[in-house]
């Protein structure tokens, strides 16, 4: 993740970095007892988080053996469980598609690799995520299990193949997962939604289901830049009341729009208006906070 290998100049990068949005600020007036417990808390929250992902991952060929449905609820209790372990609390608002309501390309904003957890627990679906994720520790392995799309981010050549395996999981009835910005950005800015996953929707007939995620605060959740996944996770458990907010405004139908453009303006708008009364500040805006280095999540898009 932290390769010294300058990245495509294609790829869709952010201005967010870990000094400067990645980061949350020391809770007032903490005494040297108040840090000695939160440091306690943080450390039991991480033991609970990770053993929760440990133990998805020996269940996991167990968990391929159960009929469809059953498999369906048990992950998407257990990515409730992970996301709740690491102490993370959950607000969704809007009413998510049932199992029965066709195929879907699922697209949201992406701050944090906390967003795949939160939307797959209401969302679940074929994940698309880079290569490099497939040799990550534990996680990686996971996301094979999970049949996510690992898509090579170095070159545009393998684009096309990609889309048209997303058309296809679409066109057979499945639900594909995208995060089009094409990288994480920290919360207070956004990127623009790339079309280029868009045209598997077009080409399938699918519907398209914005999402918004939003956390608070928001530094906390942010994983972007060269910020490696420890110091991520550290964050996340050390924040004081850390909240990630899900909302899930109405569904697209692809077949209003005449290409993959003017169907990513139109999810991005969506997902853009459901967070118009949320305060933005500068994403060049530093708080006072203590010092952080955490990795960008790009994706092709």
Request: net charge positive.
């Amino acid at each position: 993740m932290n390769g010294s290998t300058a990245p495509s100049p294609w790829l869709p990068t952010a201005p967010c970095t870990p000094g400067h949005c990645a980061a949350h600020p020391h809770p007032a007036g903490r005494d040297h007892a108040d840090a000695a417990a939160g440091a306690v808390l943080a450390a039991l929250r991480l033991t609970a988080g990770t053993g929760t992902v440990l133990l998805g991952l020996l269940l996991a060929p167990a968990a391929a053996l159960l009929p469809a449905a059953a498999r369906l609820a048990l992950v998407r209790r257990w990515v409730r469980t992970v996301v709740r372990a690491f102490g993370v609390r959950v607000r969704y608002e809007g009413e998510p598609p049932g199992p029965a309501t066709g195929p879907l390309l699922v697209v949201a904003n992406h701050v944090s690799w906390l967003d795949i957890p939160l939307v797959a627990a209401v969302l679940p679906g074929r994940m698309v995520a880079k290569a490099e994720v497939r040799r990550w520790p534990v996680l990686g392995v996971l996301a094979a299990f999970g049949g996510t799309l690992f898509l090579d981010r170095d070159g545009l050549r393998a684009l096309p193949a990609a889309v048209r395996g997303m058309a296809g999981i679409l066109a057979a009835g499945g639900r594909v997962v995208v995060f089009p910005e094409g990288s994480t950005w920290c919360g207070r800015a956004a990127g623009r939604f790339r079309p280029a996953a868009f045209q598997a929707a077009l080409d399938s007939g699918a519907d398209v289901q914005p999402v918004r995620i939003d956390y608070r605060p928001a530094g906390a959740a942010a994983y972007v830049g060269d910020d490696p996944l420890g110091a991520s996770l550290w964050r996340v458990v050390t924040a004081r009341r850390l909240t990630a907010e899900v909302r899930i405004p109405a569904r697209i139908p692809a077949a209003r729009h005449p290409d993959r453009r003017a169907l990513a303006a139109a999810a991005q708008r969506a997902v853009a208006r459901d967070s118009a009364n949320l305060p933005a500040p500068s994403v060049h805006q530093r708080s006072r906070s203590r010092s952080a280095s955490a990795s960008s999540a790009r994706t092709p898009a």
